[in-house]
């Protein structure tokens, strides 16, 4: 089994980040990820990677401070965790998990908390995989999301989701609107550029709201603040392909005919 590496202020100028490592169009964002790290490393975030070129990866931090939407007073929130391709059913995620798990024990943490879908949500974690790993859902929303948290402390307080994820009002009531952050590479590129094409192209009203700030992210109105599209006031989709041109019609019109 390769080894971990875990990237900091002063190795991440040349260590990549796993996602868009050579997609020239997202450069940009690429390169406004690696900003964003750096400046979230002086609160003690951890980017722990396989020392490989591949997508095997674990993101999580105090979830105090956090870009989500949660309050979770003494927990470790986890972000991004993604093991991909061949190097799946390889033991991978078990092991960037508990070395997530020891870190929170010797933080003296209650716990870890993290956010998924009820159902696999593009670009969030694997709510059926972590309840087998022995997390345990804390609280849901009306748009399927789940909150999650493994407890070191049995009798420590459960993770909630802040009021704002709760609002009726959460996103115009025609056209597109679009929630994102540059805690991933592709949003920057695809939510500004794809998607506003995309938009125009159909004639829909579309409205970007970039969360560029933790105090924009922790009160959100949608748990995935690395991007949420809404349609007509409705949540469609964590799927950043939804800004394309060949996937917007399919994936709106799959969505809606659910509902």
């Known amino acids: 089994m390769e080894n971990f590496i875990t990237l900091d202020a002063e190795n991440i100028d040349k260590e990549h980040i796993c996602c868009a490592i050579s997609d020239k169009k997202c450069i940009d964002g690429y390169q406004q990820k690696k900003e964003w790290l750096k400046k979230e490393f002086d609160n003690g975030y951890v980017f722990r990677r396989l020392d490989a070129r591949a997508k095997v990866f674990m993101e999580y931090g105090a979830a105090e401070k956090t870009w989500s939407p949660v309050s ?20 991978y995620g078990k092991k960037l998990l508990q070395l997530a798990i020891d870190d929170a024990k010797q933080q003296g943490k209650d716990g870890l908390v993290t956010i998924a879908g009820q159902k696999k ?18 609280e849901t929303t009306t748009d399927n999301f789940s909150l999650l948290a493994y407890k070191i402390k049995p009798d420590a307080a459960a993770p909630k989701f802040n009021s704002s994820v709760h609002t009726s009002e959460k996103a115009g009531k025609k056209g597109i609107t679009v929630y994102y952050s540059n805690r991933c590479p592709f949003t920057e590129y695809h939510v500004n550029i794809s998607l506003a094409k995309t938009a ?3 004639k829909l009203p579309l409205q ?22 809404f349609y007509d006031g409705k949540y469609v989709t964590t799927d950043l392909s939804v800004c394309m041109d060949s996937r917007f019609d399919k994936i709106v019109e799959k969505h809606m005919s659910c509902n």
């Not at 979770?72 to 033991?91: D, T």
């Not at 593009?122 to 709510?127: G, L, R, S």
């Not at 970007?208 to 599209?229: C, G, H, R, W």
């Open 121 to 138: 949500f593009h670009f969030m974690n694997d709510a059926k995989w972590l309840i087998k790993q022995g997390f345990e859902i804390t």
């Open 72 to 91: 979770a007073p003494n927990y470790l929130f986890i972000n991004c965790f993604w093991v991909s391709g061949q190097y799946k059913g390889k033991g």
């Open 200 to 202: 125009q192209k159909r």
């Open 208 to 229: 970007i709201v970039k969360l560029d700030t933790i105090e924009k992210a922790q009160s959100a109105p949608t748990p995935a603040t690395i991007f949420s599209l």
